[in-house]
């Protein structure tokens, strides 16, 4: 019996499975290393702008604590359970361990679709949650971070909302702040930077020059926006983008200067232009180099794998690819280079972890140190998973998780089973 459940969920499991056969570990390991430690579902009672009030649910899951306090993002969303949390919980395990951070992962979020509320319902939903998390979370114990629907004025929030409550201000207790409240530099555009940086990497293993390489970004959010301008800034040019409102697609390269001023007016891509408009599921299967999806879950799936027709796939959101594509894909290994999602989307959690440290210390650096370690965390990453890959013969994702997996599994062993 398991409280977690949903098709996310099912494919965190599915995927472990695949890693736990390759590793051999036996039966009665597999659900010590995979469940998660502790679940916390909160409700969110906030007043409305119109007098009422609304409950909104929240949830927390904390997958493991071996190698220190837990760390991932807050995601609002209007369809957010418990098992698509715990999912990406155990997501951020299996990237925090390749990365040789000291954390376990966590996740959490509340179901609301932060699009509906206005600023002063969206900040009584953030305190609101943060408040009810408080015995939960803690600098030592699980840190937060933004994911889909949050950003740097959240985290404010959630800072200020644990601050007050402890009676002085701790930085520490949150990652991807604004930098005047303690934030880092270069967070905001550390995913996305880090997606276009590992790009670069594979661009050169598959032999692509990026003068007139092509990518296609779908999501326009903190990571595929700067994501988008990041390629385009390394001479790729983007030939689609999508987000929840319109998906644009020109062969002939979009302008992403001017999608840039658009979405800063307005905040989504809808009414950018109506020359450019495309279906939006028809943009994943358009020719291109580089395909970027940065939104949700399970959009590369066993049904569209064999029309994907790019060279790289480079995963900036968490899970955007089933385990039936990853099938599809095994077999077109020599012509298709896979950055996995806790490969390619790590640069968050690292330059938080760097937030994080400097928050502790009370010492900050400079954008271009942060982006140097950056770099160097990335490349050491990437290299760890090209060496397992080859000397394996496995696929990048299973040889990215298979050393997650097993960090986190030798932690747990020499620590033991207590009591
Ligand atoms: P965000 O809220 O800033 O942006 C999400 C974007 O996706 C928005 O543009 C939204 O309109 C779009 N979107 C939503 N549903 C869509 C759909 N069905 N089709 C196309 N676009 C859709 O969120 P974010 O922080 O950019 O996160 C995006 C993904 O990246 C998530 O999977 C998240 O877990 C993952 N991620 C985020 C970070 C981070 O640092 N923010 C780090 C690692 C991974």
């Known amino acids: 019996m398991t409280i977690y459940s949903g098709p996310v969920f099912d494919m965190a499991r599915r ?34 702008d119109d007098g009422g009030v609304s409950v909104f649910q929240g949830y927390r899951v904390q997958h493991h604590l071996a190698l220190g306090p837990t760390k991932g993002g ?24 390749l990365a040789g951070l000291p954390y376990g992962g966590a996740k959490g979020g509340v179901a609301v679709d932060p699009y509906t509320l206005s600023r002063r319902e969206l900040e009584g939903v953030s305190r609101r949650y943060m408040q009810e998390m408080i015995p939960f979370v803690g600098p030592q114990v699980d840190v937060m971070a933004p994911d889909m629907g949050t950003n740097e004025q959240v985290m404010a929030w959630f800072m200020d909302t644990y601050s007050m409550y402890r009676g002085s201000a701790v930085p520490e207790i949150v990652t991807g702040k604004p930098v005047e409240l303690g934030g880092t530099l270069g967070r905001r555009e550390a995913t996305g930077r880090g997606l276009a940086f590992l790009v670069g990497r594979a661009m050169e293993r598959m032999g ?27 001479g790729l040019r983007v030939l689609g983008v999508s987000d929840h409102t319109a998906a644009y697609h020109d062969p002939g390269g979009l302008d992403i200067d001017a999608i840039d001023r658009h979405v800063a007016k307005t905040g989504f891509l809808a009414g950018y232009s109506t020359q450019s408009l495309i279906d939006p599921e028809a943009l994943l299967t358009m020719p291109c180099d580089v395909l970027a999806p940065c939104a949700v879950e399970r959009v590369v ?9 790019c060279r790289i796939l480079a995963e900036g959101a968490n899970g955007p690819t089933t385990p039936g594509a990853d099938l599809v894909f095994e077999q077109r290994k020599t012509e298709m280079f896979v950055i996995p999602d806790i490969l390619c989307n ?7 972890y760097f937030e994080w440290v400097q928050d502790l210390q009370q010492y900050y650096w400079g954008e271009s140190e942060v982006a140097e370690k950056l770099h160097l965390a990335l490349e050491r990453s990437l290299h760890n998973v090209e060496t397992r890959a080859k000397r394996d013969g496995l696929s990048n994702r299973t040889a990215a998780m298979a050393i997650g997996v097993e960090k986190v599994r030798k932690a747990m062993q020499l620590r033991g089973l207590f009591p």
């Open 74 to 97: 807050t995601r609002f969303s209007a369809s957010l359970d418990i098992g698509e949390v715990a999912a990406l919980a155990v997501w951020m395990s299996w990237k925090c361990a």
């Open 301 to 309: 799936t066993h049904v569209n794998a064999d029309q994907i027709k």
């Open 208 to 234: 692509i020059a990026p003068g007139g390489a092509t990518a296609i970004v779908q999501g326009y959010g903190n990571v595929g926006g700067v994501a988008a301008r990041a390629l385009s800034e390394r």
């Open 346 to 352: 790590a640069g968050g959690v690292i330059v938080s």
């Open 15 to 48: 995927q472990f499975g695949v890693i736990a056969d390759y590793l051999e570990i036996p039966e009665a390991e597999r659900d010590w290393l995979l469940q998660p430690k502790r679940a916390i579902a909160v409700s969110c009672p906030v007043r409305r």
